[in-house]
């Protein structure tokens, strides 16, 4: 019975021995299947799982948790309101910061059948951005996602490409970056108080300008402080 309270996702926690730290867990009952668990260097871990209900709307959904396992954020909705059809797939993946990244099987994602989508969470659960499809070929299907993240939040992203069940199948992967430093200019013009001889020199009022690469496929906020040291003694 799909109805029932006994049915759904539950979680336990272990220690390092395999010792259970606490009894199980229910974090949502009713047909709820495919539970994933992504976990952060510090112990705090996201779980996801779709919810798969009548029709062919399977909304996939998640929950961050401290590594005491108290609750961080509510239920989030980890995809973008589009239609999953297909086989429900999907990967999931958290760097040192805590934020959290999603990939799902999108039946709206491309022009042809079925595409991959990834998504970002801040560490709080904040989206950052609707989701980005990441598949370039778009004849057949693209599924089953699986993605990776390393601690400063560097993403390696595979799936399975099927044009159908008796037609050319491969696997595919991209990865994603952050913020690259590309390097910094300083003094790039002649003004009132610079000569633009591209070196910050004592007495000057320049300008800099610190560039980036964005590897992210999402808009990204850079925030920061210029800092200066003094002339050398003497």
Same mark, same amino acid.
């Given at each position: 019975?799909?109805?029932?309270?006994?049915?759904?996702?539950?979680?336990?926690?272990?220690?390092?021995?395999?010792?259970?730290?606490?009894?199980?867990?229910?974090?949502?009952?009713?047909?709820?299947?495919?539970?994933?668990?992504?976990?952060?260097?510090?112990?705090?871990?996201?779980?996801?799982?779709?919810?798969?209900?009548?029709?062919?709307?399977?909304?996939l959904v998640g929950r961050?948790?401290?590594?005491?396992?108290?609750?961080?954020?509510?239920?989030?909705?980890?995809?973008?309101?589009?239609?999953?059809?297909?086989?429900?797939?999907?990967?999931?993946?958290?760097?040192?910061?805590?934020?959290?990244?999603?990939?799902?099987?999108?039946?709206?994602?491309?022009?042809?059948?079925i595409g991959v989508v990834?998504?970002?969470?801040?560490?709080?659960?904040?989206?950052?951005?609707?989701?980005?499809?990441?598949?370039?070929? $778009?004849?057949? *299907?693209?599924?089953?996602? %699986? +993605? /990776?993240?390393?601690? =400063?939040?560097? @993403? !390696?992203?595979?799936?399975?490409?099927?044009?159908?069940?008796?037609?050319?199948?491969?696997?595919?992967?991209?990865?994603?970056?952050?913020?690259?430093?590309?390097?910094?200019?300083?003094?790039?013009?002649?003004?009132?108080?610079?000569?633009?001889?591209?070196?910050?020199?004592?007495?000057?009022?320049?300008?800099?300008?610190? $560039?980036?690469? *964005?590897?992210?496929?999402? %808009? +990204? /906020?850079?925030?920061? =402080?210029?800092? @200066? !040291?003094?002339?050398?003694?003497?």
């Amino acid at each position: 019975d799909l109805t029932s309270p006994a049915t759904g996702i539950f979680m336990r926690r272990f220690a390092a021995d395999g010792t259970p730290l606490e009894a199980q867990v229910q974090l949502a009952t009713g047909s709820r299947r495919i539970p994933q668990v992504a976990r952060a260097p510090s112990g705090d871990f996201v779980v996801a799982w779709y919810d798969l209900g009548p029709g062919t709307q399977h909304p996939l959904v998640g929950r961050k948790f401290r590594a005491d396992g108290t609750a961080a954020t509510p239920v989030l909705a980890l995809d973008d309101g589009q239609v999953q059809t297909g086989l429900p797939t999907y990967g999931l993946a958290m760097d040192a910061q805590g934020r959290f990244y999603a990939a799902w099987s999108d039946g709206h994602a491309d022009p042809s059948q079925i595409g991959v989508v990834l998504r970002g969470f801040e560490a709080d659960g904040t989206p950052r951005g609707a989701g980005v499809v990441v598949n370039t070929t $778009t004849t057949g *299907n693209q599924w089953m996602p %699986a +993605l /990776a993240a390393t601690p =400063a939040g560097h @993403l !390696s992203l595979a799936w399975g490409n099927y044009n159908d069940l008796f037609g050319p199948r491969f696997v595919s992967a991209r990865r994603y970056g952050l913020l690259d430093a590309g390097g910094l200019r300083v003094d790039t013009a002649a003004g009132a108080s610079s000569n633009g001889n591209g070196v910050f020199e004592i007495g000057e009022s320049a300008d800099f300008r610190p $560039t980036w690469r *964005n590897n992210s496929a999402q %808009a +990204l /906020a850079i925030d920061g =402080a210029l800092v @200066l !040291s003094g002339p050398p003694p003497g």
